[in-house]
């Protein structure tokens, strides 16, 4: 199923349709973002925000998160889920923000262009594409494509990228597929898509908004059965 640029402004077309106008996310400072980033891995939107606001009131400074018991951290954080792990991955990220900029602030990023703020970020322990690209496209208003889990899930159904296609792999392809000028409103059109219509378990297929588009959707209807996509 061959499919090109016009394919994908077709369907960013027909969801923000389906779905009304795009919102944009209120945006934050991005070393803010990335911490908010790391905290909604595998976990809500409102619990990685309630997470979030509890972490800035507990430690009012990211220079106060730092020296802080690991501990005290994860409690902070803890519903946001696996606050274990997100706790010292937090604390590992300033530690090396601090000794590389003397200070806790990644504002420096705007000075780069969209190549090289993303291997920075990506050169931070523990910080994937996925979320170099959040920062880059909620904070910074860069045409980034964040793929999520959601996105992820979508984008191998409809075919724009192969069924076994890793998250980083669809990353790296969608680049040249997603005009830049709809990435950020695509990404929030998929998200919304993939919680409400395409979800993991049981997509409503029969009214979903892209099934004439869809690889999956063609396939559970017997026209193309070799193409298996979960």
Not at 19 to 40: H, I, N, Y
Request: include cysteine; aromatic fraction near 4%.
């Amino acid at each position: 199923m061959g499919v090109d640029v016009d394919d994908v402004r077709v369907a960013h077309a027909l969801l923000r349709a389906a779905q009304g106008p795009f919102r944009p996310k209120p945006r934050l400072d991005p070393l803010d973002e990335l911490v908010a980033t790391v905290l909604s891995q595998h976990t809500s939107d409102h619990n990685s925000a309630l997470a979030f606001a509890t972490l800035k009131r507990r430690f009012p400074a990211w220079e106060d998160v730092l020296p802080a018991p690991t501990a005290a951290v994860a409690d902070a954080i803890r519903s946001g889920g696996i606050a274990d792990q997100k706790a010292p991955r937090i604390q590992r990220i300033l530690a090396e923000v601090r000794e590389r900029e003397g200070q806790m602030d990644l504002s420096m990023l705007r000075d780069l262009d969209d190549a090289e703020a993303e291997a920075y970020l990506t050169s931070l322990p523990g910080v994937g594409p996925k979320t170099a690209a959040c920062v880059l496209t909620f904070s910074m208003g860069r045409p980034a494509f964040p793929v999520d889990t959601h996105v992820h899930r979508i984008v191998r159904r409809l075919g724009w990228v192969p069924a076994g296609a890793t998250a980083e792999q669809a990353h790296r392809q969608l680049r040249d597929l997603v005009p830049a000028g709809i990435r950020y409103d695509l990404h929030v059109a998929l998200i919304e898509h993939g919680r409400t219509v395409c979800r993991a378990r049981r997509p409503e297929c029969a009214t979903c908004v892209l099934r004439d588009r869809c690889a999956f959707a063609m396939a559970s209807r017997g026209r193309n059965p070799e193409i298996t996509v979960e």
